[in-house]
């Protein structure tokens, strides 16, 4: 039977989250590194902690808000490159849930609740983002 890592908000969190800036983590683009790239090479990006050698495998990682008036809520992060339309959350009977297949290793991330990027209050590790908040960090 595969484990399911889940990684819950409680909205009554939301307040102190909200008091955080509310931009989107995502730091602007660097358009003098991209402009001297050389246009035939191909980029990489690895996950820290990923392994090298076989893929590792994949395993699926759940994404809980509990209701407190959400109309919509998302998830976003370095998984899914900060796009919070990529990972909606989809509600039930007691809240909102997005479920994702993450390979091992460490991802920043923030959810999206009605408009507002909010840090997961309940998150054990955050770090600070380029837009005077913070960034949620999940292990797998």
Known sequence: MERILTV??????????????RKNPLPPPNDKARASAPSNKVSKTTVEGASRGPIA????????????????????GT????????????KTGSGWKATIELAPGRYE????VNGEWISDARAKES???TFGGTNSVLKV
């Open 57 to 76: 495998k994949a395993r699926p990682v759940e994404f809980i808000l509990e209701d407190g008036g959400i109309q919509f809520a998302s998830v976003a």
């Open 109 to 112: 991330y923030r959810f999206v």
């Open 127 to 129: 770090v600070p983002n």
């Open 8 to 21: 819950t908000m409680s909205t009554q969190s939301l307040p102190a989250a909200r008091s955080q800036n």
């Open 79 to 90: 998984f899914n490159n900060w796009d919070p339309k990529r990972t909606p959350m989809q």
